[in-house]
Protein backbone atom coordinates (compact mmCIF):
# COMPACT_ATOMS: atom_id res chain seq x y z
CA UNK A 1 0.00 0.00 0.00
CA UNK A 2 3.01 2.59 0.95
CA UNK A 3 4.41 1.62 -2.42
CA UNK A 4 0.95 2.70 -4.63
CA UNK A 5 0.82 5.66 -2.20
CA UNK A 6 4.24 6.86 -3.61
CA UNK A 7 3.67 5.96 -7.14
CA UNK A 8 0.81 8.45 -6.91
CA UNK A 9 2.83 10.84 -5.45
CA UNK A 10 5.36 10.68 -7.65
CA UNK A 11 3.01 10.38 -10.64
CA UNK A 12 1.25 13.62 -9.62
CA UNK A 13 4.03 15.48 -9.10
CA UNK A 14 5.61 14.57 -13.35
CA UNK A 15 2.51 15.27 -14.18
CA UNK A 16 1.55 18.94 -12.53
CA UNK A 17 3.45 20.87 -14.34
CA UNK A 18 2.14 19.84 -17.69
CA UNK A 19 -1.33 21.51 -16.32
CA UNK A 20 -2.68 24.19 -18.94
CA UNK A 21 -2.32 27.77 -16.94
CA UNK A 22 -4.81 30.17 -17.64
CA UNK A 23 -4.51 33.68 -17.45
CA UNK A 24 -7.08 36.61 -17.81
CA UNK A 25 -6.65 38.92 -20.50
CA UNK A 26 -7.90 42.18 -20.68
CA UNK A 27 -8.57 43.72 -24.46
CA UNK A 28 -9.53 47.38 -24.38
CA UNK A 29 -10.93 48.70 -27.66
CA UNK A 30 -11.37 52.01 -28.25
CA UNK A 31 -13.41 54.03 -31.21
CA UNK A 32 -12.57 56.84 -32.75
CA UNK A 33 -15.04 59.83 -33.01
CA UNK A 34 -17.76 59.81 -35.70
CA UNK A 35 -21.18 60.70 -36.05
CA UNK A 36 -23.86 58.03 -36.41
CA UNK A 37 -25.42 55.07 -34.70
CA UNK A 38 -23.45 52.79 -31.64
CA UNK A 39 -21.27 50.40 -33.23
CA UNK A 40 -21.47 46.06 -33.00
CA UNK A 41 -17.69 45.16 -32.54
CA UNK A 42 -16.76 41.74 -32.35
CA UNK A 43 -13.80 40.57 -30.67
CA UNK A 44 -12.70 37.25 -31.51
CA UNK A 45 -9.62 35.52 -31.10
CA UNK A 46 -7.78 33.40 -34.60
CA UNK A 47 -5.44 30.40 -34.82
CA UNK A 48 -1.85 30.97 -36.06
CA UNK A 49 -2.83 29.89 -39.26
CA UNK A 50 -5.51 32.94 -39.45
CA UNK A 51 -8.22 30.35 -38.60
CA UNK A 52 -11.26 31.35 -36.38
CA UNK A 53 -10.87 29.51 -33.18
CA UNK A 54 -13.37 31.26 -30.53
CA UNK A 55 -15.68 34.61 -29.90
CA UNK A 56 -14.83 36.33 -27.11
CA UNK A 57 -17.05 39.29 -27.08
CA UNK A 58 -19.52 40.51 -29.62
CA UNK A 59 -21.75 44.10 -28.83
CA UNK A 60 -24.75 44.95 -30.19
CA UNK A 61 -28.03 43.27 -29.30
CA UNK A 62 -29.98 43.05 -32.79
CA UNK A 63 -28.56 39.81 -34.32
CA UNK A 64 -29.50 40.52 -37.85
CA UNK A 65 -26.83 43.01 -37.77
CA UNK A 66 -24.11 40.08 -37.15
CA UNK A 67 -23.69 39.71 -40.90
CA UNK A 68 -22.03 43.12 -41.13
CA UNK A 69 -18.94 41.93 -38.88
CA UNK A 70 -18.09 40.10 -41.72
CA UNK A 71 -15.05 38.59 -40.94
CA UNK A 72 -16.02 37.73 -37.84
CA UNK A 73 -19.61 36.52 -39.13
CA UNK A 74 -17.92 34.25 -41.95
CA UNK A 75 -15.34 32.41 -39.68
CA UNK A 76 -18.25 31.47 -37.49
CA UNK A 77 -20.67 30.26 -40.31
CA UNK A 78 -17.64 28.10 -41.52
CA UNK A 79 -17.99 26.23 -37.62
CA UNK A 80 -21.54 25.39 -37.38
CA UNK A 81 -24.14 26.25 -34.73
CA UNK A 82 -22.89 29.69 -32.44
CA UNK A 83 -23.79 29.68 -28.78
CA UNK A 84 -23.42 33.85 -27.63
CA UNK A 85 -24.80 33.46 -24.84
CA UNK A 86 -23.27 35.20 -21.93
CA UNK A 87 -20.40 37.00 -24.49
CA UNK A 88 -22.93 39.81 -25.85
CA UNK A 89 -23.79 43.32 -24.53
CA UNK A 90 -24.30 46.55 -25.83
CA UNK A 91 -23.11 48.20 -29.04
CA UNK A 92 -20.22 50.54 -28.21
CA UNK A 93 -20.77 54.60 -28.96
CA UNK A 94 -18.72 56.83 -30.65
CA UNK A 95 -15.45 57.89 -28.70
CA UNK A 96 -16.27 54.46 -26.03
CA UNK A 97 -13.82 52.27 -24.83
CA UNK A 98 -14.82 48.84 -24.49
CA UNK A 99 -13.14 46.61 -22.21
CA UNK A 100 -13.26 42.54 -22.46
CA UNK A 101 -11.94 39.62 -19.97
CA UNK A 102 -11.29 36.54 -21.56
CA UNK A 103 -9.70 33.97 -19.45
CA UNK A 104 -6.95 32.32 -22.10
CA UNK A 105 -4.74 29.89 -21.86
CA UNK A 106 -0.83 30.42 -20.97
CA UNK A 107 -0.29 27.97 -23.91
CA UNK A 108 -1.90 30.69 -26.88
CA UNK A 109 0.55 33.25 -25.33
CA UNK A 110 3.41 33.93 -27.78
CA UNK A 111 1.76 31.18 -30.18
CA UNK A 112 0.93 33.09 -33.19
CA UNK A 113 -2.64 33.29 -32.19
CA UNK A 114 -3.87 36.74 -32.58
CA UNK A 115 -7.27 39.05 -31.21
CA UNK A 116 -9.38 40.64 -34.12
CA UNK A 117 -11.96 42.91 -33.64
CA UNK A 118 -14.37 43.87 -36.61
CA UNK A 119 -16.72 46.94 -36.36
CA UNK A 120 -19.44 47.68 -38.33
CA UNK A 121 -22.06 50.76 -38.03
CA UNK A 122 -26.13 50.85 -38.66
CA UNK A 123 -26.44 52.86 -42.25
CA UNK A 124 -22.47 52.99 -42.16
CA UNK A 125 -19.26 51.37 -42.74
CA UNK A 126 -18.26 47.70 -42.16
CA UNK A 127 -14.62 46.65 -41.06
CA UNK A 128 -13.33 43.26 -41.31
CA UNK A 129 -10.37 43.06 -38.99
CA UNK A 130 -10.75 47.05 -38.08
CA UNK A 131 -7.94 46.13 -35.08
CA UNK A 132 -5.34 43.04 -35.03
CA UNK A 133 -3.40 42.49 -31.81
CA UNK A 134 -0.84 39.18 -31.61
CA UNK A 135 -1.82 37.63 -28.35
CA UNK A 136 1.55 38.05 -26.57
CA UNK A 137 2.52 37.55 -22.89
CA UNK A 138 3.52 41.35 -22.20
CA UNK A 139 1.01 44.39 -22.79
CA UNK A 140 0.57 45.72 -26.09
CA UNK A 141 -1.25 48.43 -28.67
CA UNK A 142 -2.30 48.48 -31.67
CA UNK A 143 -4.36 51.06 -34.40
CA UNK A 144 -7.62 50.23 -35.59
CA UNK A 145 -8.33 50.89 -39.22
CA UNK A 146 -11.93 52.27 -39.15
CA UNK A 147 -14.19 52.72 -36.18
CA UNK A 148 -11.71 51.34 -34.03
CA UNK A 149 -9.11 53.90 -33.11
CA UNK A 150 -6.78 51.80 -30.52
CA UNK A 151 -6.85 48.01 -29.35
CA UNK A 152 -5.14 47.42 -26.40
CA UNK A 153 -3.54 44.23 -24.67
CA UNK A 154 -3.16 43.65 -21.08
CA UNK A 155 -2.48 40.51 -18.97
Known sequence: MKKLAALLMLATA???PSIAMARDVSIQTS???YSGHAAYLAVY???????YNSTLWVSGQKTKYYGDLRGWARA???GGSLNLDGITGASVGSGETLTVHANLADTLLDAGYQIRVDSAV???GQYADDAVID???TPATASGTGYVNTIS???
Not at 45 to 51: A, R
Open 76 to 78: VSS
Open 122 to 124: ENG
Open 153 to 155: LGL
Open 135 to 137: LTS
Open 45 to 51: LTNPDGS
Open 31 to 33: LVQ
Open 14 to 16: LSA
